[in-house]
């Protein structure tokens, strides 16, 4: 098992919210099949109602999820990407991404997921992201390892950046930022990595976190995204940073994650793509 055990830490507590969880989202996961044919990008006229089809979307699952929780939690803090007017909770705050991957969503591809991960104290310490196309449950508490269902999983062992296969994303918001996208990726081709870009960083994270891939770098990243897939990535024997390779805090918005043997490089390869934009 991976992971380390934190201060003061309730685990009983922690895992009673995580096992709450795991019971509501395949349910909520079956309405989002139900539903997905009707908010099909087809049924939509123009870019406007295509942004109308992916907030029904997530507004058909967050509210539902935030209420069930609520039975239970009551006194607990939630912010979701939907609705981000709650004041924080001294202990418990819940980040929670009822669809990511909202675009995929609405064009009918499977590679969109539902993420909830529990902050205890402002420290992420358990996460749940679940799958439905393919009845997928990644999960983690911190300091008891990550799972995928029932079966632990853990990151890749490979070590050498031209073998490697890293994801990465496009923010929404990305006009003023686009020279800074092109030059790492013009970095990152350089080094011969395969690159991929599944739409998700939640389920990025979560196949960095089972091998599937080896590393990722993304910009735009929103707390909700970050909270319970970083659990899952750490307790997979992961790591991640910001681009300097500080401490992650899932407050920031730009993020690296690794299978740990490639994070030094990956933060080079940045590095790099900064110094040929003439950013320090």
Known sequence: ?????????????????????????????????QIQPQLHIENSANSRSDLA?????????????????RETFSDDTYHAEMDDAAEDNLDFTWWIDAVDGTRNFIHGLPLY????????????????????????MYWAISGSGAFK?????????????????????LPYERKEIITRLISDISAFVSSGTGLRRTGSVILDLCYVAEGRFDALWERGVD???????????????????????EIFDIKQQDLVASNGILHTEMLEILKQ??????IN
């Open 273 to 278: 793509a900064r110094e040929i934009e003439g």
């Open 113 to 136: 997921c539902m993420s909830v991960g529990l902050s205890f104290r402002e420290t992420p310490v358990a996460g749940a992201v679940y799958v439905p196309v393919m009845g997928e």
């Open 223 to 245: 707390p909700w995204d970050s909270c319970a897939a970083s659990v899952i990535l750490k307790e997979a024997g992961g790591r991640l940073s910001g681009f300097s390779g």
């Open 1 to 33: 098992m991976h992971g380390s055990q934190i201060a003061e830490f309730p685990f009983e507590e922690i895992q009673a919210r995580l096992q709450l969880t795991r019971e509501i989202l395949p349910s909520l996961g079956q309405k989002l099949l």
């Open 53 to 69: 089809l992916m907030n029904r979307a997530d507004q058909e699952i967050e509210g539902p999820l935030i209420a069930s929780l």
């Open 149 to 169: 269902n029932d079966q632990p999983i853990s990151v890749s062992r490979i070590g050498e950046m031209d073998r490697s296969l890293v994801a990465t994303g």
